[in-house]
């Protein structure tokens, strides 16, 4: 169980073109996801928290207009990339949590997505 | 706030040798505590968790890790080291419903 997918697993776009990642929870109701960027040899950064129904919550240095987060539906949350440049290239993983007893203060991830900006 | 601290970022040991990855917290009550395995270009995978209850965690693929209050720590454990657990190892604590990672320790093994 706890099962988080990602799609697409990588994506090379132009610069200027705008791109959209999805992270669904299989086998569970995510009531929050969240969204991480991780650099080469990093640790992961927190990028933005979304529940289920409402306005994401960006972290400090974020930019929400320029990575857009929806979280329409308990097991689907999306990313869209903006606009997007050769500095946004990086690896995109999410996670989710669970309102349930087995999955409480729990964040179960995605296998990540490789965005790569030409 | 709170900090999660990995003090090695790169070790390597012989296969079938034992194991210990550290971690060290900073949070005034009890906290909630993880270890996550990450393989190269994958996402994370939970090894184990700490909420409360008996400070001896087991977890999967024959980790276990010891909450020690007294220490701030919740190192990770493994008596017999496969090639096969070569990754990188995050530690990570619960802050108001939010994941703080340390930076992570990279473990290599040799046949």
């Known amino acids: 169980g706890a099962v988080v997918s990602q799609h697409p697993s990588w994506v090379i776009c132009k610069s200027g073109t705008s791109v959209k990642i999805e992270c669904r929870s299989l086998?569970?109701?995510?009531?929050?996801m969240f969204w991480y960027r991780q650099f080469p040899k990093q640790s992961l950064m927190l990028m933005a928290t979304s529940n289920e129904g409402s306005k994401a919550t960006y972290e400090q240095g974020v930019e929400k207009d320029k990575f857009l987060i929806n979280h329409a539906s308990l097991t689907l949350s999306t990313l869209t990339v903006t606009s997007a440049h050769p500095e946004d290239s990086s690896f995109y993983i999410c996670s989710a949590r669970g309102g349930g007893s087995l999955h409480t203060d729990t964040q179960y991830f995605g296998p990540g997505t490789r965005l790569t900006v030409l | 706030a709170q900090s999660v601290t990995q003090p090695d970022i790169h070790i390597t040991v012989s296969e079938g040798a034992s194991l210990e990855l550290r971690c060290n917290y900073s949070?005034?009550?009890?906290?909630?505590l993880f270890w996550y395995v990450q393989s190269p270009g994958q996402g994370l995978q939970l090894l184990l968790k700490y909420f409360s209850g008996d400070t001896l965690v087991q977890g999967i693929k024959g980790f276990e890790a010891e909450f020690k209050r007294s220490q701030s720590s919740f190192n990770l454990r493994k008596p017999s080291v496969h090639w096969s657990d070569a990754a990188e190892y995050f530690c990570?604590?619960?802050?108001?419903?939010?994941?703080?990672f340390g930076q992570g320790t990279e473990l290599s093994v040799k046949p």
């Open positions: 949070y005034g009550a009890t906290p909630y």
């Open positions: 990570a604590v619960n802050q108001g419903g939010k994941l703080i």
């Open positions: 086998d569970f109701q995510a009531t929050t």
